[in-house]
């Protein structure tokens, strides 16, 4: 039976009933089990799927018959998690390819080749992430988590647009998320200093920032996209125990360790918005454990249109 709506809000505000592995226990009793084969001929591109959640999404669109490319930085790491993916999986069609999502440059090579050599793309899922311990620029100047999670997936998603076009139909879109954090709500969008210079620099705040970020950049590629069959969503994975947080927030992860979702629970909403029906029928949403979140909890919280304009005119200077 499916949870009540107002108990699942309430699950949402309150956060850690919400996030952990205690909410997503609650809601999944009442969802739908996604169909075997529903993604079978769809090629989909799940960026920073070496390990953690990255891993997962791959493997759960696997498991649905989707044809997975995992875009990794490190060809190494890259072959072990397909090597695992085909263990479970015999007859499954993994591919991996090598791009620094945070590099400019080679998310436009890695874009170039896959336009040559794929007549259609079917999905992506932007995942890579990085929570640097202190500011550092890319080669081409910028600041690195706002390359990682804003620029190289906002020119990743435009560069492959052609393809993303040819692999829509009118009743099956193509589709792109980006898996956001719940971090996000306690940021604001940072419009006058986004490069992150200014005060005294701190990973999570530069995670946090950039997440909200995403979610807005997620309601304009919406709109951007709308007329070539490309639905675009944002989601959260809730608490997740990834490599990520071991590494990154190793004091949260000791307190919260006993509540932490598995790598599967964290992804399976990025997994069902690739495959469910509901998710082509809308765009530019916002999701946690396959419900659409408000993005802001307080109306005051809402981006202004100057806002929301200038991180689009960011994203295209930088990327120009």
């Not at 906002?154 to 829509?168: K, N, Y």
Request: with cysteine.
């Amino acid at each position: 039976m499916q949870l009540p709506r107002l108990v699942d809000a309430a699950l949402d505000r309150l956060v850690v009933p919400g996030y952990s592995r205690l909410g997503y226990a609650a809601r999944r009793a009442g969802w739908n089990t996604l169909r075997a084969g529903s993604l079978e001929g769809r090629t989909v591109l799940v960026t920073g799927a070496s390990g953690g959640l990255g891993a997962a999404t791959a493997r759960g669109l696997v498991a649905l018959g989707a044809r997975v490319e995992l875009v990794v930085r490190d060809r190494t790491r890259g072959e072990q998690a397909r090597a695992t993916l085909r263990a479970e999986h015999p007859d499954a069609v993994v591919d991996v390819a090598v791009c620094d999502v945070s590099s400019l440059a080679d998310v436009r090579r890695y874009a170039a080749e896959v336009r040559d050599r794929e007549a259609a793309v079917h999905g992506l899922v932007h995942n890579a992430g990085v929570m640097p311990p202190e500011r550092t620029e890319t080669a081409e100047g910028h600041e690195l988590a706002l390359a990682t999670h804003v620029l190289g997936p906002f020119l990743l998603t435009r560069e492959l647009r052609p393809v993303l076009r040819a692999g829509a139909s009118p009743t099956s879109p193509s589709r792109v998320v980006f898996v956001s954090s719940g971090g996000m709500y306690t940021a604001s969008l940072p419009t006058d200093d986004p490069e992150f210079r200014a005060g005294t620099y701190s990973g999570g705040a530069a995670y946090a920032r950039t997440k909200r970020m995403q979610v807005v950049l997620a309601e304009l590629l919406a709109d951007d996209l709308a007329s070539d069959g490309i639905v675009v969503h944002s989601m959260h994975p809730g608490w997740a125990d990834t490599p990520g947080v071991a590494s990154s927030m190793p004091g949260f992860r000791r307190v919260t360790g006993p509540l932490l979702r598995t790598d599967e629970q964290g992804a399976d909403t990025a997994v069902w918005l690739q495959a469910a029906a509901e998710a082509g029928h809308s765009t530019g949403v916002f999701w946690h454990d396959r419900a659409p979140r408000p993005t802001h909890y307080l109306p005051r919280g809402a981006e202004t249109p100057q806002a929301r304009a200038a991180l689009w005119t960011l994203c295209v200077d930088a990327t120009s």
